[in-house]
Protein backbone atom coordinates (compact mmCIF):
# COMPACT_ATOMS: atom_id res chain seq x y z
CA UNK A 1 0.00 0.00 0.00
CA UNK A 2 1.43 3.26 -0.91
CA UNK A 3 2.47 5.41 1.77
CA UNK A 4 -0.30 9.17 1.66
CA UNK A 5 2.58 11.69 1.50
CA UNK A 6 1.30 14.65 3.97
CA UNK A 7 4.28 16.67 3.04
CA UNK A 8 3.74 17.21 -0.41
CA UNK A 9 0.50 19.17 0.82
CA UNK A 10 1.36 20.05 4.10
CA UNK A 11 4.94 21.32 4.47
CA UNK A 12 4.44 23.11 7.33
CA UNK A 13 2.51 20.77 9.33
CA UNK A 14 4.57 19.30 12.10
CA UNK A 15 2.18 16.55 13.84
CA UNK A 16 0.25 13.95 11.96
CA UNK A 17 -2.00 11.07 13.46
CA UNK A 18 -1.55 7.48 11.66
CA UNK A 19 -2.07 4.11 11.47
CA UNK A 20 0.72 1.95 12.07
CA UNK A 21 0.54 -0.87 8.86
CA UNK A 22 3.66 -3.04 9.62
CA UNK A 23 6.10 -3.22 11.90
CA UNK A 24 9.24 -5.74 10.80
CA UNK A 25 12.99 -5.84 11.73
CA UNK A 26 15.56 -3.55 9.96
CA UNK A 27 17.67 -5.85 7.61
CA UNK A 28 20.12 -2.35 8.00
CA UNK A 29 20.32 -2.24 11.25
CA UNK A 30 20.50 -4.88 14.07
CA UNK A 31 17.75 -4.39 16.82
CA UNK A 32 16.08 -1.50 14.77
CA UNK A 33 12.46 -2.28 13.05
CA UNK A 34 11.10 -0.48 9.75
CA UNK A 35 7.70 0.94 10.43
CA UNK A 36 5.31 2.01 7.48
CA UNK A 37 2.05 3.85 8.09
CA UNK A 38 -0.70 4.60 6.04
CA UNK A 39 0.57 8.72 5.61
CA UNK A 40 3.27 10.27 6.96
CA UNK A 41 4.63 14.08 7.24
CA UNK A 42 7.85 12.67 7.45
CA UNK A 43 10.06 13.10 3.97
CA UNK A 44 12.13 9.94 3.04
CA UNK A 45 15.82 10.56 1.76
CA UNK A 46 15.39 11.21 -1.60
CA UNK A 47 16.74 13.53 -4.27
CA UNK A 48 20.00 13.87 -2.45
CA UNK A 49 18.28 15.12 0.18
CA UNK A 50 19.19 13.95 3.85
CA UNK A 51 15.29 12.39 5.14
CA UNK A 52 13.45 14.63 8.25
CA UNK A 53 14.35 13.83 11.69
CA UNK A 54 11.58 13.38 14.50
CA UNK A 55 9.84 11.20 16.74
CA UNK A 56 6.77 8.72 16.84
CA UNK A 57 4.41 8.23 19.68
CA UNK A 58 1.79 5.72 20.56
CA UNK A 59 -0.73 6.30 23.51
CA UNK A 60 0.59 5.55 27.02
CA UNK A 61 3.95 4.54 25.21
CA UNK A 62 7.50 6.57 25.47
CA UNK A 63 8.12 8.03 22.07
CA UNK A 64 10.91 6.81 20.14
CA UNK A 65 12.94 8.80 18.02
CA UNK A 66 13.16 7.89 14.12
CA UNK A 67 16.53 7.32 12.94
CA UNK A 68 15.91 7.07 9.53
CA UNK A 69 13.52 7.23 6.44
CA UNK A 70 13.45 5.91 3.18
CA UNK A 71 10.82 5.44 0.55
CA UNK A 72 10.65 2.13 -2.18
CA UNK A 73 8.19 1.60 -4.41
CA UNK A 74 6.22 4.66 -3.20
CA UNK A 75 6.14 3.05 0.58
CA UNK A 76 8.03 4.80 3.34
CA UNK A 77 9.92 3.13 5.92
CA UNK A 78 10.37 4.75 9.22
CA UNK A 79 13.16 2.78 11.10
CA UNK A 80 12.50 3.44 14.90
CA UNK A 81 14.74 1.35 17.90
CA UNK A 82 11.80 -0.62 19.30
CA UNK A 83 8.91 -2.63 17.69
CA UNK A 84 5.44 -0.83 17.77
CA UNK A 85 2.28 -2.74 17.40
CA UNK A 86 0.81 -3.40 14.07
CA UNK A 87 -2.85 -2.12 13.69
CA UNK A 88 -2.89 0.91 16.15
CA UNK A 89 -2.61 4.42 15.83
CA UNK A 90 -0.31 6.79 16.40
CA UNK A 91 1.30 10.25 16.44
CA UNK A 92 4.29 11.31 14.79
CA UNK A 93 6.25 14.53 15.19
CA UNK A 94 8.27 16.05 12.99
CA UNK A 95 11.42 18.88 14.23
CA UNK A 96 10.52 21.11 12.38
CA UNK A 97 13.60 23.40 12.83
CA UNK A 98 15.28 20.62 11.02
CA UNK A 99 12.69 20.55 8.08
CA UNK A 100 12.44 24.09 8.29
CA UNK A 101 16.37 24.45 7.45
CA UNK A 102 16.07 22.15 4.44
CA UNK A 103 13.19 23.67 2.62
CA UNK A 104 15.73 26.92 2.67
CA UNK A 105 18.18 25.29 1.31
CA UNK A 106 16.18 22.79 -1.06
CA UNK A 107 14.28 26.38 -2.52
CA UNK A 108 17.33 28.34 -2.50
CA UNK A 109 19.02 25.48 -4.87
CA UNK A 110 16.26 25.78 -7.46
CA UNK A 111 16.52 29.48 -7.80
CA UNK A 112 20.29 29.33 -8.19
CA UNK A 113 19.97 26.34 -10.23
CA UNK A 114 16.92 27.80 -12.66
CA UNK A 115 18.62 31.05 -12.74
CA UNK A 116 22.16 29.44 -13.94
CA UNK A 117 19.84 27.34 -16.90
CA UNK A 118 18.64 30.26 -17.82
CA UNK A 119 22.06 32.24 -18.30
CA UNK A 120 24.30 29.86 -18.95
CA UNK A 121 22.15 26.24 -20.37
CA UNK A 122 23.76 24.10 -17.63
CA UNK A 123 22.05 21.58 -16.20
CA UNK A 124 22.09 20.49 -12.06
CA UNK A 125 23.64 17.44 -12.30
CA UNK A 126 23.76 16.46 -8.77
CA UNK A 127 22.37 17.89 -5.53
CA UNK A 128 23.52 17.08 -2.02
CA UNK A 129 21.13 18.32 1.21
CA UNK A 130 22.93 17.43 4.72
CA UNK A 131 22.96 18.26 8.00
CA UNK A 132 25.80 20.47 7.32
CA UNK A 133 26.30 21.02 3.74
CA UNK A 134 24.93 21.95 0.68
CA UNK A 135 26.21 21.28 -2.96
CA UNK A 136 25.14 21.28 -6.56
CA UNK A 137 26.78 20.06 -9.72
CA UNK A 138 26.72 21.99 -12.37
CA UNK A 139 27.37 20.59 -16.10
CA UNK A 140 29.40 23.69 -17.31
CA UNK A 141 32.30 26.10 -15.97
CA UNK A 142 31.35 28.97 -13.93
CA UNK A 143 33.89 31.42 -12.83
CA UNK A 144 34.20 34.09 -9.82
CA UNK A 145 32.15 36.33 -12.00
CA UNK A 146 29.16 33.95 -13.19
CA UNK A 147 28.95 32.59 -9.53
CA UNK A 148 28.88 36.23 -8.00
CA UNK A 149 26.45 37.30 -10.63
CA UNK A 150 24.28 34.56 -9.82
CA UNK A 151 24.26 35.16 -5.81
CA UNK A 152 23.43 38.46 -6.59
CA UNK A 153 20.21 37.36 -8.68
CA UNK A 154 19.03 34.38 -6.15
CA UNK A 155 19.09 37.35 -3.76
CA UNK A 156 17.12 39.35 -4.92
CA UNK A 157 14.83 36.88 -5.98
CA UNK A 158 14.19 36.14 -2.30
CA UNK A 159 13.76 39.83 -1.55
CA UNK A 160 10.77 39.75 -4.00
CA UNK A 161 9.32 36.87 -2.07
CA UNK A 162 7.92 34.84 -5.19
CA UNK A 163 5.16 33.26 -4.39
CA UNK A 164 6.38 29.13 -4.65
CA UNK A 165 3.84 26.74 -6.38
CA UNK A 166 4.15 22.92 -5.98
CA UNK A 167 1.29 20.52 -7.83
CA UNK A 168 0.62 17.09 -9.88
CA UNK A 169 0.21 18.11 -13.55
CA UNK A 170 -2.10 16.41 -15.74
CA UNK A 171 -0.44 14.03 -18.44
CA UNK A 172 -1.66 16.59 -20.99
CA UNK A 173 -0.52 19.69 -18.49
CA UNK A 174 3.02 18.24 -17.65
CA UNK A 175 3.51 17.62 -22.07
CA UNK A 176 3.41 21.19 -22.03
CA UNK A 177 5.81 22.27 -19.21
CA UNK A 178 8.97 22.60 -20.41
CA UNK A 179 10.48 22.13 -17.04
CA UNK A 180 14.13 20.83 -14.94
CA UNK A 181 14.80 17.49 -14.55
CA UNK A 182 17.89 15.41 -13.48
CA UNK A 183 16.23 12.06 -14.64
CA UNK A 184 13.66 10.80 -16.41
CA UNK A 185 10.35 10.31 -14.48
CA UNK A 186 8.10 7.92 -14.30
CA UNK A 187 4.94 8.08 -12.41
CA UNK A 188 3.25 11.19 -11.51
CA UNK A 189 5.32 14.13 -11.52
CA UNK A 190 5.58 17.18 -9.03
CA UNK A 191 6.21 20.55 -10.62
CA UNK A 192 8.20 23.14 -8.69
CA UNK A 193 7.31 26.70 -10.19
CA UNK A 194 9.23 29.77 -8.48
CA UNK A 195 7.66 32.08 -11.63
CA UNK A 196 10.29 33.91 -13.47
CA UNK A 197 12.95 32.07 -12.08
CA UNK A 198 12.50 27.66 -11.89
CA UNK A 199 10.17 25.08 -13.04
CA UNK A 200 11.37 21.46 -12.30
CA UNK A 201 10.49 18.40 -10.84
CA UNK A 202 10.74 17.70 -7.70
CA UNK A 203 9.72 15.69 -4.51
CA UNK A 204 10.69 17.71 -1.69
CA UNK A 205 8.69 20.18 0.35
CA UNK A 206 9.74 23.40 0.00
CA UNK A 207 8.93 27.27 1.61
CA UNK A 208 6.21 29.09 0.76
CA UNK A 209 7.21 32.39 -0.50
CA UNK A 210 11.01 32.86 -1.61
CA UNK A 211 11.30 35.90 1.12
CA UNK A 212 11.52 32.69 3.72
CA UNK A 213 14.81 31.95 2.62
CA UNK A 214 16.25 34.91 4.10
CA UNK A 215 19.53 34.57 2.14
CA UNK A 216 21.73 32.87 0.15
CA UNK A 217 25.24 32.69 -0.04
CA UNK A 218 27.77 31.01 -2.34
CA UNK A 219 30.88 29.66 0.27
CA UNK A 220 32.66 27.65 -1.86
CA UNK A 221 32.56 26.42 -5.91
CA UNK A 222 35.52 24.57 -8.01
CA UNK A 223 35.91 22.95 -11.36
CA UNK A 224 33.99 19.51 -11.09
CA UNK A 225 33.90 16.98 -13.48
CA UNK A 226 34.39 19.02 -16.22
CA UNK A 227 31.38 21.31 -14.46
CA UNK A 228 31.40 23.00 -11.31
CA UNK A 229 30.85 22.33 -7.94
CA UNK A 230 29.32 24.97 -5.82
CA UNK A 231 28.58 25.16 -2.08
CA UNK A 232 25.77 27.53 -0.76
CA UNK A 233 24.15 27.89 2.83
CA UNK A 234 20.47 29.66 3.32
CA UNK A 235 18.67 31.03 6.09
CA UNK A 236 19.65 30.71 9.50
CA UNK A 237 22.91 28.43 8.15
CA UNK A 238 24.06 31.73 6.18
CA UNK A 239 23.35 33.62 8.84
CA UNK A 240 25.68 31.68 11.49
CA UNK A 241 28.05 30.88 8.73
CA UNK A 242 28.48 34.96 8.49
CA UNK A 243 28.39 35.67 11.80
CA UNK A 244 31.09 33.42 12.79
CA UNK A 245 33.22 35.21 9.49
CA UNK A 246 32.42 38.64 11.13
CA UNK A 247 33.26 37.73 14.65
CA UNK A 248 36.38 36.59 12.79
CA UNK A 249 36.91 39.33 11.07
CA UNK A 250 36.36 41.29 14.34
CA UNK A 251 38.76 39.67 16.35
CA UNK A 252 41.84 40.38 13.32
CA UNK A 253 41.15 43.54 13.38
CA UNK A 254 41.16 43.77 16.87
CA UNK A 255 44.54 42.18 16.78
CA UNK A 256 46.25 43.80 14.28
CA UNK A 257 44.60 47.58 16.04
CA UNK A 258 43.28 48.41 12.82
CA UNK A 259 39.76 48.63 10.53
CA UNK A 260 38.60 45.88 8.72
CA UNK A 261 38.65 47.97 5.80
CA UNK A 262 42.72 48.09 6.33
CA UNK A 263 43.12 45.10 7.18
CA UNK A 264 44.52 43.31 3.76
CA UNK A 265 46.91 46.30 3.49
CA UNK A 266 48.36 45.65 7.03
CA UNK A 267 48.49 41.97 6.51
CA UNK A 268 50.30 42.76 3.18
CA UNK A 269 52.64 45.33 4.90
CA UNK A 270 53.68 42.41 7.55
CA UNK A 271 53.96 39.82 4.52
CA UNK A 272 56.79 41.60 3.31
CA UNK A 273 58.01 42.62 6.38
CA UNK A 274 58.39 38.93 7.47
CA UNK A 275 60.05 38.40 4.06
CA UNK A 276 62.64 41.47 4.99
CA UNK A 277 63.54 40.26 8.52
CA UNK A 278 63.75 36.23 7.16
CA UNK A 279 66.40 37.79 4.66
CA UNK A 280 68.24 39.82 7.08
CA UNK A 281 68.62 36.81 9.18
CA UNK A 282 69.32 34.93 5.98
CA UNK A 283 71.95 37.16 5.54
CA UNK A 284 73.37 37.29 9.03
CA UNK A 285 73.25 33.59 9.34
CA UNK A 286 75.39 33.14 6.02
CA UNK A 287 78.08 35.49 7.69
CA UNK A 288 77.94 33.82 10.81
CA UNK A 289 78.49 30.38 8.98
CA UNK A 290 81.55 31.91 6.78
CA UNK A 291 83.11 33.13 9.84
CA UNK A 292 82.81 29.50 11.33
CA UNK A 293 83.71 27.85 8.12
CA UNK A 294 87.60 30.74 7.84
CA UNK A 295 87.74 29.18 11.23
CA UNK A 296 87.64 25.37 10.89
CA UNK A 297 90.53 23.02 12.15
CA UNK A 298 93.04 22.21 9.62
CA UNK A 299 92.13 18.11 7.93
CA UNK A 300 91.35 16.53 4.87
CA UNK A 301 87.27 16.56 5.70
CA UNK A 302 85.24 18.73 7.34
CA UNK A 303 81.61 19.05 9.07
CA UNK A 304 79.78 21.67 9.95
CA UNK A 305 76.26 22.32 12.14
CA UNK A 306 73.49 24.93 11.28
CA UNK A 307 70.64 25.84 12.70
CA UNK A 308 67.05 24.89 11.63
CA UNK A 309 65.64 27.43 8.88
CA UNK A 310 69.16 28.23 7.73
CA UNK A 311 69.00 28.59 3.92
CA UNK A 312 69.85 25.44 1.53
CA UNK A 313 71.26 28.21 -1.00
CA UNK A 314 73.06 29.40 2.02
CA UNK A 315 74.33 25.96 2.82
CA UNK A 316 75.08 24.96 -0.55
CA UNK A 317 77.30 28.57 -1.38
CA UNK A 318 79.68 27.43 2.01
CA UNK A 319 79.85 23.57 0.74
CA UNK A 320 81.09 25.07 -2.94
CA UNK A 321 83.63 27.94 -1.09
CA UNK A 322 84.63 24.68 1.40
CA UNK A 323 85.08 22.28 -1.49
CA UNK A 324 87.81 24.48 -3.27
CA UNK A 325 89.74 24.64 0.12
CA UNK A 326 89.49 21.25 0.99
CA UNK A 327 91.02 18.00 -0.36
CA UNK A 328 88.28 15.19 1.05
CA UNK A 329 84.55 15.36 2.07
CA UNK A 330 83.13 18.90 2.71
CA UNK A 331 79.65 18.79 4.80
CA UNK A 332 77.29 20.98 6.31
CA UNK A 333 74.06 19.70 8.02
CA UNK A 334 71.38 21.87 8.91
CA UNK A 335 68.89 20.98 12.23
CA UNK A 336 68.94 19.28 15.55
CA UNK A 337 69.30 15.97 17.05
CA UNK A 338 65.61 15.71 18.17
CA UNK A 339 64.62 16.33 14.34
CA UNK A 340 67.31 15.17 12.75
CA UNK A 341 69.46 16.63 9.93
CA UNK A 342 69.18 17.84 6.29
CA UNK A 343 72.96 17.49 4.45
CA UNK A 344 74.74 18.77 1.93
CA UNK A 345 78.12 17.24 1.18
CA UNK A 346 80.42 17.75 -1.31
CA UNK A 347 84.03 16.98 -2.58
CA UNK A 348 86.42 18.32 -5.38
CA UNK A 349 88.47 14.99 -5.28
CA UNK A 350 86.46 12.24 -3.15
CA UNK A 351 83.43 10.06 -3.96
CA UNK A 352 80.75 11.35 -1.87
CA UNK A 353 78.36 8.37 -2.83
CA UNK A 354 81.23 6.35 -1.01
CA UNK A 355 81.16 8.44 1.79
CA UNK A 356 77.05 8.08 2.28
CA UNK A 357 77.62 4.18 1.89
CA UNK A 358 79.85 4.91 5.13
CA UNK A 359 77.35 6.38 7.08
CA UNK A 360 74.64 4.12 6.43
CA UNK A 361 76.76 1.87 8.03
CA UNK A 362 75.89 3.19 11.75
CA UNK A 363 73.45 5.73 10.65
CA UNK A 364 70.10 6.08 8.29
CA UNK A 365 70.39 7.91 5.85
CA UNK A 366 68.04 9.11 2.93
CA UNK A 367 68.68 11.26 -0.38
CA UNK A 368 72.15 10.89 -2.87
CA UNK A 369 73.44 12.97 -5.68
CA UNK A 370 76.20 13.11 -8.13
CA UNK A 371 79.98 12.05 -7.38
CA UNK A 372 80.82 15.57 -6.63
CA UNK A 373 77.80 16.84 -4.25
CA UNK A 374 74.98 14.70 -2.34
CA UNK A 375 72.13 15.71 -0.34
CA UNK A 376 69.14 14.29 1.89
CA UNK A 377 68.56 13.92 5.73
CA UNK A 378 69.61 11.99 8.70
CA UNK A 379 68.31 10.64 12.04
CA UNK A 380 70.82 10.98 14.35
CA UNK A 381 72.56 13.38 16.86
CA UNK A 382 75.38 15.27 15.71
CA UNK A 383 77.98 13.02 17.73
CA UNK A 384 77.52 9.99 15.63
CA UNK A 385 78.16 12.16 12.24
CA UNK A 386 80.88 13.96 13.82
CA UNK A 387 82.34 10.26 14.44
CA UNK A 388 81.94 9.21 11.02
CA UNK A 389 83.92 12.38 9.37
CA UNK A 390 86.72 11.56 12.00
CA UNK A 391 87.03 8.10 10.91
CA UNK A 392 87.02 8.59 7.05
ZN1 LIG B 1 12.86 20.81 -4.76
Redesign the pocket.
Known sequence: MKTIKLYDEQPYETEFEAAVISCTPSAKKDGAYEVTLDKTLFFPEE?GQTPDKGVLKADGEEEVEVIDVQIKDDIIYHTVSRKIPEGITLCGIIDFEHRFSNMQQ??G??IFSGIVHSIYGYDNVGFHLSDNIVTMDYSGKLDEDDIAKVEGLVNEAIFKDVCVKAWYPSKEELDKIDYRSKKELSGDVRI?EIPGYDI?A???P?VRRTGEIGILKVISFQNYKGGTRVSILCGNRAYLYLKKEHDMIGRLALSLSTSWENIPDVFSKQQEEIADLKKRLSDMAEKVLLKEAENLPDGENVCMFAQSGTDPNVARRIVNDLMEKKSGYCGIFIGNDAEGYRFIIGSKNCNCNDLLQEMRKTIQVRGGGAPAMVQGSVSCAGSDIEKVFACI
Open positions: GHTEHVCCCAH
